[in-house]
């Protein structure tokens, strides 16, 4: 992680902290009214480098009959994502980044490792609050056709992560979580097919869709271009 963007998650998850401590006041005062149990639930995720650390949450299950059922005050946070405020501790204590793919628990990274060839360049980065992906839609759990799907995506950041790109997941994140919120279902990006049989083949369709589109562009540019001037080289070579 470059020492800006350190930080700037530093600075910026400190103004949130305070800003939004009397809403977090709030929460936690009713997660704990609205039920017995501790206010914060605690998971183990893998960070950068799959270093494990404990992910904060306010806790939305309740214990009824011996099973975890989500409570009434639970569906709402989770639909506002409110539930997942606590994590921005963990981009405090540098266990997280305001923007980078989700964590996963360690069975989930573990199943999806062994399907997917790039699944282990999700950890060059630190996971994040939101993320590229999650402001594309992609935000919860997925139906199994868009697993490949949010991985490419997780890619396309992990390729093209910068200053601006992080601006521009922060600033969308609001508007996605209002029209989820408001219970509008976000267009999801087209499924790719799982092509885990042939990991050659994932590879280079996943590092294609991961390659900056300043990249691709660029290429795009420059063909004709190398095609216009090709044959003029040859024909001085012979001359000469």
């Known amino acids: ?3 800006g963007k350190r930080i700037f998650d530093v600075v910026f998850s400190s103004l949130l902290l305070v800003l939004l401590s009397p809403l977090l006041v ?6 704990k009214l609205s039920s017995p149990g501790p206010i ?22 309740d ?9 009434a005050l639970g569906v709402c946070l989770r639909r506002t994502c409110l539930d997942e405020l606590p994590q921005l501790w963990n981009v405090l204590k ?4 305001l923007v980078g793919p989700r964590p996963l628990d360690a069975e989930e990274s573990e199943a999806l490792g062994r399907r997917f060839v790039l699944h282990h360049l999700r950890y060059d980065v630190m996971p994040g609050l939101t993320g590229l992906a999650q402001v594309r839609g992609m935000r919860g759990a997925l139906a ?24 521009h997941v922060l600033a969308s994140t609001p508007l996605s979580l209002f029209r989820t919120a408001a219970g509008e279902v976000l267009p999801l990006p087209s499924p790719v097919s799982d092509v885990g049989y042939d990991p050659f083949q994932q590879e280079k369709r996943v590092a294609e869709v991961a390659r900056p589109q300043s990249s691709r562009l660029v290429e795009q540019a420059i063909g004709p271009l190398e095609s216009a001037i090709a044959p003029c080289l040859r024909g001085a070579l012979l001359q000469s």
């Open 144 to 167: 199994d056709d868009y697993l490949a799907t949010r991985l490419q995506i997780d890619l396309e950041y992990v390729a093209s992560q910068s200053f601006w790109l992080d601006l």
């Open 40 to 61: 914060f639930f605690r998971r183990l995720r893998h960070g950068r480098g799959r270093v494990p650390f404990m992910i904060l949450k306010f806790r939305t299950l």
């Open 94 to 97: 540098g266990e997280m980044s």
């Open 1 to 3: 992680m470059s020492i």
């Open 26 to 31: 709030v929460i936690a005062t009713a997660v």
């Open 63 to 71: 214990v009824e009959d011996d099973r975890l059922l989500c409570s």
